[in-house]
């Protein structure tokens, strides 16, 4: 139960290149609620997915150069993405700091471990074969991960550890890394932050 005293953990962030345009409201505290739109439909589905089982509410829109890829956008979104969370987490007091979790889709199994120590170190093994899922190229789900990992300043471990349907390996993962974040941005009832160090 959230404390009536604690702050909101909300953000939003504006970022914009000469590759993209991407705007992002978060709340950490939600109930799942998405409205994603990043002209990659496959994409799309993912970060529902993430914010439905992470149960943050997320907005999340995107104008990209998808005339030339899907790289920049994706990219740019997960960074976004990172930094919000990042900023709604404000100082990481009173959170559990470590998260895990491990997702099924069908035949698919995936893992994720998280720890929001401030220091990104991303380690992410798909084991993704098509060279795309929809509109989104398979190397580009990855480099999500890793994205998101380096922006928001996590330990973040993500591996499939079976499947043979690729979309179900992906949304594997997606789904075993929000379940994983909402376990690691709990809040526990204390004030102190989560580290023999005192910040994180």
Known sequence: MNHPTLHERTARV???????VVEVSLNLDGSGHAEISTGIGFFDHMLTALAKHARFDLELRCKGDLEVDDHHTTEDCALALGQAIDEALGDRRGIERFGHAYAPLDEALARAVVDLSGRPWPKVNLGLKRERIGEMSCECVAHVFRSLAMKLGASLHVDVLEGENDHHRAEAAFKACAIALRRAVARTG??????????L
């Open 14 to 20: 504006a970022r914009a290149t000469r590759e993209t």
């Open 190 to 199: 204390s004030t102190e932050v989560p580290s023999t160090k005192g910040v």
